[in-house]
C-alpha cells in the first residue's frame, strides 16, 4: 500500500518539486495551496490531515517577504510560527511525520564559515523571528519532526510564482539594458528546489529528525552568484557590486548564512550537486518552458 504525503505550500517553487518528487517514488500525494487549506485555521488543518490519514506532512508554506515583514511582522508569525503549531497538533493528532522548512536567516552572519546544526542562533528581524519561532513550535509538539534549514531556493516553479527568485530577477534586470548592482559583502547557499526535493524525500525514508541543514553546498557572495547567471546564460550586462552601506534594506540580514551540509551527507543523504551545475539545469528547464508557452 503506497504511503500518503500531503505537501503544504504546493503553488511554491519548492513545493511544486515536492509533490513532483514524491509521486515519482509511488508515494499518494496530496498537494495543497492556500485556496484548498488555510494553515492558520487550526480546525481547518486538524480537519484536513484527518481526512487524508497521511504518514507524512511536508510544510513548504511561508511567508517569506522579509523586508514586508518588518511592517507586518504578525501576518509573519502567523504563518511561519502558529500556524507551524498548527500543523505540529493535527500531526500528533493523526500519529503523521512532520516535516518543516526553516531558514538560514535564523542566525546573525557573524561567522565566516558554513553554520553547523549546533551553532547558536540568533534572529535579526522580525521575518527570522517567526521561522526560528516554527522551529521551536515543531520541536514543542513533536518528538520527532524534521526540521531542514535551507538557503536562497530558486527552481523552475518560479517562472510562474509570483515573486520569481533571484535568477529570475538578474535576467529580468539583464533585459533592461541597465548597470546591475549586487551586494557582494553577503554569502549565502542558493539552492535549487529539485535538488532540495530529492534530498528531504531520502531524509523522510532514512527517518531522519531534528534539526539538518540542506543549502546549495556552496558559499558564494550575491555577487558571484549572479556572474555565475550571467556566464550561463551567455548574458554580458553591466554587473558592479556594492555593498550593505550603499544598499540598505528595511530587514537586517545576516551577512554570512551558507550552511554546512555535513550532518545531511552524514545521515546517508546524497551530496548537494554544485551550484554552477544547477543554473545550467535551471536555464535549460527554463528555455523548455518558455518553448512550450509560445
Not at 153 to 162: E, Q, R
Not at 237 to 262: F, K, Q, V
Amino acid at each position: 500500500m503506497a504511503k500518503k504525503a500531503v505537501i503544504l505550500g504546493s503553488a511554491g517553487q519548492l513545493g511544486q518539486e515536492l509533490a513532483i518528487e514524491f509521486a515519482a517514488f509511488d508515494y499518494d500525494v496530496r498537494a495543497w495551496d492556500r485556496a484548498a487549506v488555510d494553515i492558520s485555521s487550526a480546525p481547518g488543518v486538524e480537519q484536513a490531515l484527518a481526512s487524508f490519514d497521511p504518514d507524512v506532512v511536508i510544510n513548504a508554506a511561508a511567508y517569506n517577504q522579509v523586508d514586508v515583514a518588518e511592517k507586518e511582522p504578525v501576518a509573519a508569525f502567523q504563518i511561519n510560527a502558529l500556524a507551524v503549531r498548527n500543523i505540529a497538533v493535527a500531526c500528533r493528532q493523526t500519529g503523521a511525520r512532520l516535516v518543516h522548512f526553516s531558514t538560514d536567516y535564523v542566525f546573525d552572519g557573524r561567522t565566516s564559515r558554513p553554520y553547523r546544526e549546533t551553532d547558536p542562533t540568533h534572529p535579526l528581524g522580525a521575518y527570522a523571528v517567526s521561522k526560528l519561532a516554527g522551529e521551536l513550535y515543531a520541536q514543542a509538539y513533536l518528538d520527532n519532526a524534521l526540521i531542514i534549514r535551507t538557503s536562497g531556493v530558486f527552481g523552475p516553479g518560479g517562472l510562474n510564482t509570483a515573486r520569481g527568485n533571484f535568477v529570475e530577477l538578474m535576467l529580468r534586470l539583464a533585459a533592461s539594458g541597465h548597470p546591475i548592482r549586487v551586494v557582494e559583502d553577503h554569502v549565502a547557499s542558493p539552492t535549487y528546489a529539485p535538488a532540495l526535493a530529492s534530498r528531504t524525500r531520502e531524509l523522510v525514508e532514512l527517518g531522519a529528525t531534528g534539526v539538518v541543514h540542506c543549502g546549495g553546498g556552496e558559499a558564494i557572495s550575491w555577487y558571484d552568484y549572479a556572474k555565475l547567471i550571467f556566464e550561463a546564460s551567455g548574458l554580458k550586462p553591466e554587473l558592479r557590486p556594492t555593498d550593505e552601506r550603499e544598499y540598505r534594506t528595511p530587514a537586517r540580514r545576516p551577512r554570512y548564512s551558507a550552511l554546512d551540509n555535513s550532518h545531511l551527507e552524514s545521515l546517508g543523504a546524497t551530496p548537494m550537486p554544485p551550484l554552477s551545475e544547477c543554473i545550467r539545469t535551471y536555464l535549460t528547464l527554463r528555455n523548455q518552458k518558455l518553448v512550450e508557452l509560445r
